[in-house]
């Protein structure tokens, strides 16, 4: 098939390089010309493993532009531009307003347009209606929902390996499912099919569950310090059960990035356009928002006063295995440390800190980043940072407080190296 992507980021590119992989011809269009450039001579614009070397792989099936005109030869379009939050928790529309500005100019032929991109529910009607009034023929497009799962640092194996596909169509719609099958002819998972608002509602009711159990084991986290009980005693004692499942049951700094927070406020926006209070989402944010204040707190009751204090910050990207840094809170942990006077030295093995901030430096190698340092923090759960030697660390330290902000690290071991450990819920 003959494929155009709109949007080449996290989404837009895994898509055009697995799809190129199927044995499609795709095309991928980016509004961002140094992104195209940088596409051009084979490099990826950010770090996601195993993306570049599928790209390059399939360079003779996929090719990169910013010229709309490609559209005209495809017969499927994909949509997998950004849904930034607005200030008012809504979501930000207007880069997908743009795309249709743009398809409504170039449709002449029949084309599935297909939506990855997260959108409220009664986004892919209201698109739908929109390109008939920019003048686009109904006869010549159809539309479907077809929200992504991936995640970060994991997005190419996620493409390959999804545990479902969800296909929204439009109520008259008998030919858009065997398109999207044929797209992802090779691909081995169950097909959920429904309607195009129940697709848009299953994207949000997924990473709402997801960070909901976050929130809940971060509450629990909570309780059990003040109780002195070990949250990952209570995560494997709970996890064990099939019906709760083991995942996402990692207390810490709270969840990040460029989709669970905006989806979740989105969720709830939505939800209250509907009369509908949702006091679920409230409570899961709320946990969320006060998760670093929580764990801020602990460092304080240790090291009182934080002012001077010379704090070692290993991981700056809002999980491991990638370097973005969007809604991080290891950032916002640095952040904080900064405000509060604190001197850092922050590394992380791909990331780079969004802005300069006052007495925070950068450095190239966690063997740097603990010279001298009074405490070491954890706040994203490199692998690197799992297996460090210990007496070492505890030898270039001036301090002996290790806070892990995400409960990866082995507590024994860092113990007896003669350090003295901290998690989220250990006591
Ligand atoms: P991103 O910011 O990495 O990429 C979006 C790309 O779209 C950018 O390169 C931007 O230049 C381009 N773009 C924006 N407007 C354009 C236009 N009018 N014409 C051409 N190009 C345009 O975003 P992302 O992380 O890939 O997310 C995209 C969507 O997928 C969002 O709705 C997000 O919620 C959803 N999503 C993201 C992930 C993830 O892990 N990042 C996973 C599932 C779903
Ligand atoms: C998440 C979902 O997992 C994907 O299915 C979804 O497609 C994606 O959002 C999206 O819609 O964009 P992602 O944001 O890449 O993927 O990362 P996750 O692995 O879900 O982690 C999100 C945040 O939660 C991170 O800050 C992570 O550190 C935190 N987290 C995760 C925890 O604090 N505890 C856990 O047990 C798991």
Not at 100 to 107: E, K, M, P, V
């Amino acid at each position: 098939m003959n494929i155009c992507i709109i949007g080449a980021g996290y989404v837009g590119l895994t898509t055009a390089a697995v799809l190129a992989e199927l044995g499609h011809e795709v095309h991928c269009i980016d509004h961002d010309e140094r992104k195209i450039r940088l596409l051009n001579n084979g490099e990826v614009p950010f770090y996601e493993p195993g993306l570049e070397e599928l790209i390059v792989k399939n360079y003779n099936y996929l090719t990169f532009s910013g010229r709309w005109d490609y559209i005209k030869r495809a017969a499927v379009v994909v949509i997998c531009v950004g849904t930034p939050p607005r200030p008012d928790g809504g979501t930000d529309l207007s880069y997908i307003e743009a795309v249709l500005d743009r398809l409504a100019a170039t449709i002449e032929s029949y084309k599935t347009i297909v939506t990855k991109s997260t959108v409220p529910p009664g986004t892919n009607e209201w698109m739908r209606a929109e390109l008939i009034r920019k003048g686009v023929k109904p006869q010549l497009f159809r539309i479907v929902s077809n929200p992504e799962f991936l995640r970060e640092g994991s997005a190419v194996y996620d493409m390959f390996h999804p545990n479902k596909i969800v296909v929204g169509l439009e109520p008259d719609d008998d030919q858009s499912l065997t398109v999207v099958q044929a797209m992802y002819a090779g691909i081995n998972a169950p097909y959920v099919t429904t309607s195009l608002a129940g697709a848009e509602l299953i994207k949000y009711a997924s990473n709402a569950f997801l960070a909901t159990k976050i929130s809940f084991i971060n509450e629990m986290a909570r309780i059990c310090d003040a109780f002195s009980v070990d949250v990952n005693d209570v995560a494997r004692g709970i996890g064990l059960d099939p019906r709760i499942g083991p995942h996402f049951l990692q207390a810490g700094l709270g969840y990040g990035g460029s989709c669970f927070p905006k989806d979740i406020k989105s969720l709830e926006y939505v939800a209250r356009s509907r009369q509908v209070e949702p006091y679920l989402l409230q409570a899961v944010q709320t946990v969320n928002d006060t998760q670093l204040d929580v764990c801020f707190q602990k460092l304080n009751e240790q090291l009182a006063p934080l002012t001077d204090k010379k704090i070692a910050v290993l991981g700056i990207a809002f999980k491991p295995n990638t370097d973005d840094t969007r809604f991080s809170p290891a950032e916002a942990l640095i952040r904080r440390l900064s405000e509060n006077g604190c001197t850092v030295a922050a590394y992380d093995p791909k990331a780079t800190l969004s802005e300069p901030l006052a007495h925070v430096t950068q450095v190239q190698s966690v063997h740097e980043a603990i010279q001298g340092a009074d405490v070491l923090v954890i706040a994203t759960d490199w692998d690197e940072f799992r297996t460090l030697d210990w007496p070492q660390v505890k030898a270039a330290m001036n301090g002996t407080l290790v806070f892990d902000g995400r409960n990866c690290l082995d507590r024994h071991a860092v113990e007896q190296s003669g350090l003295r450990y901290m998690g989220v819920g250990c006591p």
